[in-house]
């Protein structure tokens, strides 16, 4: 079998998958296959293990990717194909339209904007500066007495230049943030939003709301959803901060966190085969700057074992 994906027993076995579900496997390519499954055990167990993904839903969404890269379509009846078709067809252009609003949203309202793997340092009027973060968007608003900058999306650092008359504020999802001159990370995520200072001090409050609003000082974060503003906490990891030096830094984490660190960083998707090693303690540095190649760095430092079926697609384990 002809395929682009590299030699090794894992891919095979998975280019192998891929091919079997197509609509166009011949007897040649069947034979083939079973030749090459009574060739050792470790195919044998290699196809197995591929199968018992196949009920994953982003494991099948990572071979849909593979199958288009080799020009092969899933198995399919003609009617069940035109029903199936029209229903995605559908399905796609809702969610589409639901990404893109807001993806129009952020680059409609956006001054600055950051791209999957890109760190970005912006110099403000005022002498401030803010970092955007992988794949982040902010819109600034620095006339009049008040400072504003809305965090439209991702992950930003601000270095703040004191200004007693003129506060500097930070609008998330979820909260708001004040300040007069100190350097402070704020993340919007997809569950909440999360401040975190390096030096100084903050007052975090819930979006509209300044009657008790949370102080933080340097080494404290706080985390603030749609129903509550948390406690402060303190900053036990560096792996949070880190990226504003260009690194990820890790000591005693676990290999799943350092992995959700690096998902933002690229495109595409990492599936854990092994569970039992997303609770490996790791200590380390990674370079933001080579983005594309933390995962390969992390293969080669720990020799765990990674498997890619596609640029998009990584499995470790």
């Known amino acids: 079998m002809e395929s682009d994906l590299d030699n090794t027993v894992d891919e095979q076995a998975a280019a192998w998958f891929i091919r079997l579900r197509a609509a166009n496997v011949s007897r040649q390519d069947e034979a083939s296959f079973v030749q090459w499954l009574e060739q050792s055990d470790a195919h044998r167990k290699a196809f197995d293990e591929i199968s018992a993904l196949w009920g994953d839903a982003d494991f099948l969404k990572g071979l849909t990717a593979s199958a288009q890269k080799h020009g092969i ?6 009617k069940r194909f035109i029903r199936s078709t029209m229903s995605l067809a559908l399905a796609a252009c809702l969610v589409l339209t639901l990404a893109f609003s807001g993806q129009f949203r952020v680059l409609i309202n956006a001054d600055y904007t950051s791209a999957v793997g890109e760190r970005k340092s912006v110099r403000l009027e005022d002498g401030s500066t803010v970092m955007l973060n992988t794949d982040s968007a902010v819109a600034l608003s620095l006339d009049g007495t008040q400072r504003w900058v809305e965090l439209l999306k991702g992950e930003a650092y601000f270095d703040v230049k004191p200004d007693p008359d003129r506060p500097f504020i930070v609008k998330a999802d979820h909260s708001t943030t004040r300040v007069l001159g100190t350097h402070f990370i704020v993340d919007r995520r997809s569950d909440g939003d999360e401040i975190k200072v390096l030096s100084g001090r903050v007052e975090v409050s819930e979006n509209g709301h300044w009657k008790e609003p949370v102080v933080l000082h340097a080494g404290q974060a706080v985390s603030v959803n749609s129903t509550a503003l948390g406690q402060p906490e303190k900053l036990d990891s560096a792996l949070s901060t880190s990226w504003v030096d260009g690194f990820l830094v890790f000591e005693n984490e676990t290999l799943e966190s350092v992995v959700n660190q690096i998902r933002r960083y690229r495109s ?9 090693l997303r609770a490996m303690k790791i200590n380390g540095r990674l370079s933001i700057r080579e983005s594309g190649d933390m995962l390969k760095v992390l293969q080669k430092t720990l020799a765990v074992k990674m498997t890619y079926l596609t640029d998009w697609l990584v499995i470790v384990g």
């Open 73 to 78: 379509a899933p198995r399919s009846d003609k």
């Open 268 to 276: 595409g998707m990492i599936l854990f085969k092994d569970d039992s």
